[in-house]
């Protein structure tokens, strides 16, 4: 079963609203958890790490500010997408290393921002 | 810097054996992974192999890693139209707990 949970699984916002999107690890801790962005029939890249207790690590090129990242529990991370507009809509997903060799992912939040 | 790269498209008759190739270039890759991709879904793992390792097999998943060569391939035996979807190799320089750099996926067709 599920792991990795996210909700909401599709949103759709009005250009210049902020929206949240919330990973949860389910049944174990995840003290960190990553945020990647997949743009349609491209790759996934990441956009930042989410770290239990401490702030968010950015890739390059990822503005903090927009991509606001809080990772509330050993459960819970969730990523805003601040000042949404059209270029941010993309189909986000997060992942959580549940044993040291692997990383296992939600089932992603498709953004459309009009 | 750390590059993944895929062929783009397979196309495979039901019942024949998939063979979809990867090839990366970091050379402290030490974890590499197949994880499949649905239509509209996260993504799946199917299996992993770590750096010693030449071959893993899990049923109908064989995993062949020429260390030598940085080149990665996932055999899928008699194939079903169920395993039509997107195919991503990735790899990490230190496991779960780091990230993990993504080819662009392989899209496997599966025809009668």
């Known amino acids: 079963g599920a792991v990795v949970s996210q909700h909401p699984s599709r949103v759709i916002c009005k250009s210049g609203t902020s929206v949240k999107i919330e990973c949860r690890s389910l049944?174990?801790?995840?003290?960190?958890m990553f945020w990647y962005r997949q743009f349609p029939k491209q790759s996934l890249m990441l956009m930042a790490t989410?770290?239990?207790?401490?702030?968010?690590?950015?890739e390059q090129g990822v503005e903090k500010d927009k991509f606001l990242i809080n990772h509330a529990s050993l459960t819970l991370s969730t990523l805003t997408v601040t000042s949404a507009h059209p270029e941010d809509s993309s189909f986000y997903i997060c992942?959580?290393?549940?044993?040291?060799?692997?990383?296992?992912f939600g089932p992603g939040t498709r953004l459309l921002v009009l | 810097g750390e590059d993944v790269e895929q062929s783009l498209f397979l196309s495979v008759r039901e019942g024949d054996s998939s063979v979809i190739n990867c090839t990366y270039t970091?050379?402290?890759?030490?974890?590499l992974y197949w994880y499949k991709q649905e239509p509209g879904a996260g993504l799946q793992l199917l299996t992993y192999?770590?750096?010693?390792?030449d071959m893993k097999q899990d049923q109908r998943l064989t995993v062949l890693l020429n260390k030598k060569d940085k080149h990665l391939s996932l055999r899928i035996a008699d194939t079903q139209t169920g395993d039509s979807a997107i195919y991503f190799c990735?790899?990490?320089?230190?496991?779960?707990?780091?990230?993990?750099?993504f080819g662009a996926g392989t899209r496997l067709a599966v025809h009668p």
């Open positions: 992942s959580a290393p549940l044993e040291i060799e692997t990383q296992y």
């Open positions: 049944d174990f801790q995840a003290t960190t």
């Open positions: 989410s770290n239990e207790g401490s702030k968010a690590t950015y």
């Open positions: 970091d050379s402290s890759s030490t974890y």
């Open positions: 192999i770590f750096s010693n390792m």
């Open positions: 990735a790899e990490s320089s230190s496991g779960g707990y780091n990230k993990l750099i």
